[in-house]
């Protein structure tokens, strides 16, 4: 005769079940917690609304500044979803614009992606302060009185400002030729600090090293770079214009490079006068046998390089090759420079 099966229940199982089923609850509702979260906090809202985010900024600190400024409910929420979605630690600075009518994960993904509010503008190497503000006011970037009054007395913390003058062209040469790329809130202390930044960037601990060993200051590297820069037309030249600035320099003659003239004058001109080049002015190098008071534009890295690691050459002169042509002769003496001089101004 067979055995009865028992009729009594593994207690084992029972809890296995037990344990699975209550995780299965625990993940849905986790689930349908979470998916309640990625709502919009107004989804009928149609208002957009600047954000910035600072650079550094916690994903705690971006909640409690969304939710301050109504985009979202709840910044701890916020926190949460970024953790479990993995968007935690990859949240972008910059400037956005933010609806209430978007999801938690439309908003996440843009401050991840850094598609943030941005202006871009560029300063070609060569242009003075004035130009370079003229070029902001122009493009409504700037106020250009108080870009102007930051440039001669604004607080900037560079190593070089502790050697730039007081007054209208403290930052001249300084603020570096190139594109950028600001928030559209930006202000001018902001525009120049980018600048600034950049020289500081470029200017390079190697570069301060070679200033000192050629016996000269930052400001006066820059000057000469300045001179390069309005000088060459082509970047294989600049170090040999160099050479001519300090050649010239080291046997105390005058520079009398046209572009000092016509920065002393405030003004291009096509041909200087020789009523021009009598103009008192510590810029015009036809009259003081030295450096100009200061640079006379911002040059490009290239001419900065040029300033600090020049040819070596017998070079006194040079002169445009034709009037349709863009390089130089240079030449060693003052009759070969005169040779040079004639077929420039026989030249169509």
């Known amino acids: 005769m067979g055995r009865k099966r028992s009729s009594k229940k593994n207690p084992l199982l029972i809890i296995a079940l037990a344990v699975v089923l209550v995780i299965g609850i625990a993940v849905i509702g986790g689930n349908v917690y979470i998916g309640s979260i990625d709502k919009a906090f107004d989804a009928d809202s149609d208002e957009w609304i600047n954000i910035t985010i ?38 972008k600075a910059g400037e956005y614009s933010l609806s209430p009518a978007m999801t938690m994960t439309e908003i996440l993904t843009m401050l991840q992606s850094g598609n943030a509010n941005t202006l871009r503008f560029t300063v070609p190497e060569g242009l003075t302060i004035v130009q370079v503000a003229d070029l902001l ?11 102007m009054s930051l440039i001669a007395d604004g607080n900037f913390d560079y190593p070089f400002m502790s050697e730039l003058p007081y007054g209208e062209n403290r930052l001249e040469g300084f603020l570096f030729p190139e594109t950028y790329e600001v928030f559209t809130t930006a202000k001018e202390e902001d525009i120049l600090n980018k600048m600034l930044g950049q020289f500081d960037f470029i200017f390079s601990d190697e570069y301060y090293k070679r200033a000192e060993e050629l016996g000269y200051s930052v400001y006066e590297i820059v000057t000469i770079a300045s001179l390069i820069e309005r000088e060459a037309r082509v970047d294989e030249e600049r170090p040999l214009v160099a050479s001519v600035i300090y050649n010239r320099l080291a046997a105390g003659q005058p520079l009398q490079i046209d572009a000092t003239v016509q920065y002393a004058l405030g003004k291009q001109k096509e041909a200087l006068t020789y009523a021009d080049l009598e103009i008192d002015s510590p810029y015009n190098t036809y009259k003081v046998p030295a450096l100009p008071a200061g640079p006379i534009c911002s040059p490009g890295q290239a001419s900065i390089e040029s300033a600090l690691y020049p040819a070596e050459s017998n ?14 002769n240079f030449a060693e003496t003052y009759d070969e420079f005169l040779v040079y001089k004639s077929q420039y101004q026989n030249s169509n």
């Open 137 to 147: 006011a122009d493009s409504g970037l700037i106020n250009r009185e108080k870009f």
């Open 315 to 328: 070079y006194y002169y040079y002169v445009l090759k034709s009037k349709n042509e863009i390089t130089h």
């Open 54 to 91: 600072p650079m550094g900024e916690s994903t705690a600190g971006i909640g409690i500044l969304l939710e301050e400024k109504g985009i979202i409910a709840d910044a701890g929420k916020l926190r949460l979803y970024s953790k479990i979605k993995g968007y935690d630690g990859k949240l």
